[in-house]
């Protein structure tokens, strides 16, 4: 604390001694409030510089005369120092740019003009398309049934001619056991074997198995149900039961010439 307290007072003689070497500061002072209070008003719309006082280092005040043997001091004559009138600098008007009494541009106005109206044009009539007749399909239809038909043997369509026959039945290639009054026949081994469908090696499967034909002879017909396998006969041959052969011929013929059909 001891630099410190050095330090203050040195400040302190050395405020002294400026007070002791200035003493019109004190003596003048109500001139400088007089001054301040004198400044120029600066107008609302310029602005103005701070009026500077300069001081005259010519004029300093009068060394206080000494005071006499009784005591009575001197009077003290100040010095009165006329402040100069320093010139006030007004600066110029800024240039502004008056932008709101410049006019605003009008907005060009768009003629909201109706458009024409396009006239509607006239629909042309599209004539009715003349329906084509159904011969064609029907054509086409016979067309495929011929080309499907052509695909299967010949035994498969049409009426087909051969020879009647009977004989004693039993247990038929179609696993079927039938008796002598039942109207069923066998097939040629030809047609069972080759019938559409048929696999080859299980004969109770054969899809001709249970197939129906209408046989005729003479103006008789019957109609009969395929449940077995005539080796012994020719491909369009039929080998009636007892009975079925009887609607159509008499027994002691034994083997008739006969036409027949798929029911």
């Given at each position: 604390m001891a630099p410190l307290a050095k330090v203050l007072v040195v400040f302190a003689l050395a405020v002294f001694t400026s007070a002791l070497t200035s003493p019109h500061i004190s003596h003048n002072i109500h001139q400088h409030r007089a001054l301040a209070l004198q400044k120029p008003t600066a107008e609302p719309s310029h602005p103005v510089s701070a009026v500077r006082r300069k001081r005259s280092l010519n004029k300093r005040c009068s060394a206080q005369p000494s005071s006499n043997?009784?005591?009575?001091?001197?009077?003290?004559?100040?010095?009165?120092?006329?402040?100069?009138?320093?010139?006030?600098?007004?600066?110029?008007?800024?240039?502004?740019?008056?932008?709101?009494?410049?006019?605003?541009?009008?907005?060009?106005?768009?003629?909201?003009?109706?458009?024409?109206?396009?006239?509607?044009?006239?629909?042309?009539?599209?004539?009715?398309?003349?329906?084509?007749?159904?011969?064609?399909?029907?054509?086409?239809?016979?067309?495929?049934?011929?080309?499907?038909?052509?695909?299967?043997?010949?035994?498969?369509?049409?009426?087909?001619?051969?020879?009647?026959?009977?004989?004693?039945?039993?247990?038929?290639?179609?696993?079927?056991?039938?008796?002598?009054?039942?109207?069923?026949?066998?097939?040629?081994?030809?047609?069972?074997?080759?019938?559409?469908?048929?696999d080859g090696v299980n004969p109770n499967t054969n899809p001709v198995c249970g197939k129906q034909i209408t046989a005729s002879y003479q103006g008789k017909s019957t109609t009969i149900t395929v449940t077995d396998r005539c080796t012994g006969c020719a491909t369009t041959d039929l080998d009636f039961s007892p009975s079925a052969f009887s609607d159509l011929a008499n027994e002691s013929l034994g083997r008739i010439d006969i036409t027949w059909v798929w029911s």
């Open positions: 043997g009784n005591g009575t001091a001197a009077a003290t004559t100040t010095a009165t120092v006329t402040p100069s009138a320093a010139p006030v600098n007004v600066a110029p008007n800024p240039a502004t740019s008056d932008t709101s009494s410049s006019p605003s541009p009008t907005p060009a106005v768009q003629e909201n003009n109706a458009p024409t109206p396009t006239p509607t044009p006239t629909p042309t009539p599209t004539p009715t398309p003349t329906p084509t007749p159904t011969t064609t399909s029907a054509a086409a239809a016979a067309t495929s049934a011929t080309s499907d038909s052509s695909s299967y043997p010949s035994f498969m369509t049409g009426t087909q001619s051969g020879q009647g026959t009977f004989y004693e039945t039993g247990l038929g290639a179609c696993g079927i056991t039938n008796t002598d009054t039942q109207l069923i026949a066998a097939v040629s081994w030809e047609l069972f074997d080759s019938y559409p469908g048929y």
